[in-house]
């Protein structure tokens, strides 16, 4: 009876660790210093290389512009993933290297964005299933495979 409680009670156990959920840390982790500890109008762009290393990203268009993004998912058991923490702090500088703009975000202001499931039509003729099967019946090749043509001589 002791063994047939042990094993339940080890059931038991196992199911509820699978209930658990795990977490994903993805991003910049800071070791010491937060972005947000960046001083605008005091640090300067090697103050913040030195103080929070290489950037996430870039602005594409502007280099004076450099974006730190971290952020911690949820996932329980066959669910999709959930951001349940997200952070992204971009440090604008000015032409003379010197921080400008400190802008910090969070989750709440993210936007879902709604894709268009329309498919953009192509130009032609759509063929349908019965169509496209039997629509080279009649054209079979003049030459089977397998077999060589046989050239005259003087050809």
Known sequence: MAMRGLAIA?????????CTASRDFHGYV???????DVKPSVDTRS????????????SVFDDNLWVYMSSTRE???FYYPKVVQREIVAI???????VSDVLVYDVTAGRTISYNS???PTRGRELGILEQLFGTLGRLPQQLPGQEQRRQPGE
Not at 11 to 18: C, D, E, H, N, R
């Open 47 to 58: 103050t913040v290389l030195a103080r929070l290393g290489t950037p996430s990203t870039t």
């Open 10 to 18: 080890l059931l038991m156990a196992v199911g509820a660790s699978g």
């Open 92 to 98: 604008q500088f000015d032409d003379q290297d010197v």
């Open 118 to 120: 329309r498919v953009t």
């Open 30 to 36: 800071p070791d010491q210093a937060l972005p947000t």
């Open 75 to 77: 996932l329980l058991a």
